[in-house]
């Protein structure tokens, strides 16, 4: 089967989940890739793409002039199935391509499509308390996968590159400036997480939760109540009206873990929980708990943490 | 300014998630539902602002049957002028914008606002469609909106940051937290939406692209093992060794 993954790039460099796209594109067939910008495409070959095709034109993934890119790339290429990461840009852009192209679209997958009974794939609902098997009955089948659902693979192989120069239209969308969020780890995208809650009795105690995240090279994050009080900015906010993230590791200090919570981080691969109640609802969802003050937890766990490193 | 929300219906926050009939559908059963929080808190309470401001009218869409109209009747409360059902069960995404899309198309709306996703089904589809059905540019995820003449100009929520954007009239978008702040609805807002117009428009004939089959609920997690506070160094050895994530 001939499978397209797009790809965004920003700022000379490939995103992260588009390296798990491919690798995920090809479990199921032969992939070419199509990305766009000023980057170095044969990275992807490394992680399984056959083909590449490189519009340089196109300088920031604006989801009209993406979608042509797209539609483009699916005429040349005749794809069967075409695999987006549902981040930000690939959420506008796959959802405008499967209505240009009138073919459906699985938003959320988690896992490979199963095709003994149609074509069938496991995505995320219910903001991660459920899963829903979507059958896709459009010849042409659309695929979002939900970034850190799949590890990338590096194969080691080459991609042929081809520089398209399709006529992708105007962009209706101006960019006038981009607000970066500093030197951190992008929070969808880290694979070590460090949150913190009201346990934490004011962002001035915020210090713990970061110290540590640097030494992990992790993400930090916040519960719904810490950001609607403003101690900490809204894109940290994780949880069912924030952002829903599935990093290998969470640690979530003074966080009662209400369902609200739980729904934006059950997906992650282990979770360790530190609260000094030991009722408190999160550890049950919690691989490893620590009963305890995150005001003495932390920063043990983070003298643990800088020993282990030391050690390595 | 002529604005159209699309409100969609979503069970409260605190729902318990069962499902019926051999998993294949989401048991109702004690199920409260509720105006899916971002189309309500973000999108309709923008728009809302954003007429109060400047004049225009807001009027909410819905693809759904009379069991909507409460979460209609409630967005209604909430300040939108008039509303409009479309006559039918949501099948999947693409059935659902195209609904909108073939009876917006005419009307000369000058923005179409969606919430960033549904809580029940999180997929973050619809804006998108709608966009690409009506030839509009799409700003997904906006955090502000503002609007000034025939331009408006957003933030949005991008990888790594926060884009500033601006975008001629009409458009669509997605709304996501930041934008507006959750109003109650008030006694009097409570009455006046009993009387304001719900027009029912009967659906068009569209193929849905995708269907459900089944619903599974996610593997019990074992049981959480438990660390000594003083004993930090046995966290790091267990997420090196037995969890393998450090």
């Avoid at chain 1, 540590?212 to 101690?231: E, F, H, N, Q, Y």
């Avoid at chain 1, 809204?234 to 209400?258: C, D, F, K, M, W």
């Avoid at chain 1, 620590?290 to 030391?310: R, Y």
């Avoid at chain 2, 729902?15 to 059963?29: G, Y």
């Amino acid at each position: 089967m001939s499978v397209l993954v797009f790809v965004e790039s920003k700022h000379g460099k490939v995103s992260k989940a588009g390296f798990q796209a491919v690798t995920y594109g090809s479990k199921i067939g032969e992939v070419t890739a199509v990305t766009f910008g000023d980057v170095d495409p044969s990275v992807l070959g490394e992680y399984g793409a056959k083909k590449v095709l490189l519009h340089k034109g196109l300088k920031e993934a604006n989801d009209q002039q993406s979608t042509r890119l797209v539609v483009e790339a699916v005429k040349e290429t005749g794809a069967d199935i075409i695999v987006f990461s549902k981040d930000q840009a690939g959420k506008a852009i796959a959802s405008r391509v499967s209505a240009a192209l009138e073919a459906g679209l699985a938003s959320g997958a988690i896992a490979l499509p199963v095709t003994d009974n149609g074509f069938v794939v496991k995505t995320n609902v219910f903001s991660g308390k459920a899963f829903a098997n979507v059958k896709i009955k459009t010849d042409k089948k659309i695929i979002s996968l939900i970034p850190n659902s799949f590890p990338a693979e590096k194969v080691g192989g080459t991609a042929e590159i081809v520089e398209v120069s399709y006529d992708l239209g105007e962009a209706g969308v101006k960019v006038l400036e981009l607000k970066t969020q500093g030197e951190g780890v992008p929070l969808p995208e880290a694979e070590i997480v460090v949150s913190g809650g009201r346990g934490l009795k004011g962002p001035e105690n915020w210090w713990m939760i970061e110290d540590l995240a640097k030494t992990l090279g992790a993400a930090t994050a916040c519960s719904r109540p810490v950001a609607d009080i403003g101690w900490r900015p809204h894109h940290e906010h994780v949880g069912q009206t924030g952002l829903a993230i599935r990093p290998n590791l969470y640690i979530a200090a003074g966080i009662s873990g209400a369902i609200q919570h739980l729904a934006g981080v059950n997906g992650s691969k282990t979770i360790v929980v530190i609260n000094t109640d030991p009722e408190a609802p999160f550890f049950k969802a919690a691989d490893y708990g620590v009963v305890g003050d995150a005001f003495e937890v932390l920063p043990k766990l983070n003298e643990a943490v800088k020993k282990f490193k030391a050690n390595q | 300014m002529k604005l159209l929300v699309c409100i969609s219906k979503a069970p409260d926050t605190t729902s318990k998630i069962a499902f019926t009939d051999n998993n294949t559908k989401f048991d109702e059963n004690g199920v409260q539902y509720i105006v899916n929080p971002y189309d309500e808190w973000y999108a309709l309470v923008r728009a809302l602002e954003l007429v109060e401001a400047k004049g225009g009218t807001v009027t909410t869409i819905t693809v759904g049957t009379s069991a909507d109209d409460a979460t209609i009747r409630k967005a209604l409360a909430i300040g939108a002028n008039d509303a409009v059902r479309i006559d039918t069960e949501a099948k999947d995404a693409y059935y659902v914008a195209k609904q909108i899309a073939e009876y917006a198309k005419d009307k000369g709306y000058d923005i179409v606002l969606t919430g960033k996703e549904t809580i029940n089904y999180n997929g973050a589809q619809i804006g998108g469609m709608i966009a690409e059905l009506l030839d509009m540019p799409y700003v997904s995820l906006a955090e502000k909106l503002d609007v000034d003449g025939d331009t408006a100009k957003l933030e949005r929520d991008v990888l790594g940051g926060t884009e500033v954007v601006e975008v001629k009239l009409p458009f669509a978008l997605s709304a996501a937290k930041g934008m507006a702040e959750q109003r109650i609805p008030n006694m009097r807002g409570i009455m006046a939406a009993r009387k304001k117009p719900l027009q029912v428009v009967p659906p068009v004939d569209v193929e849905p692209l995708t269907e459900v089959i089944s619903y599974e609920m996610p593997p019990a997690k074992s049981a959480c093992k438990y660390i000594d506070p003083d004993n930090m160094d046995e966290l790091v050895e267990l997420l090196h060794n037995e969890a393998k994530v450090i």
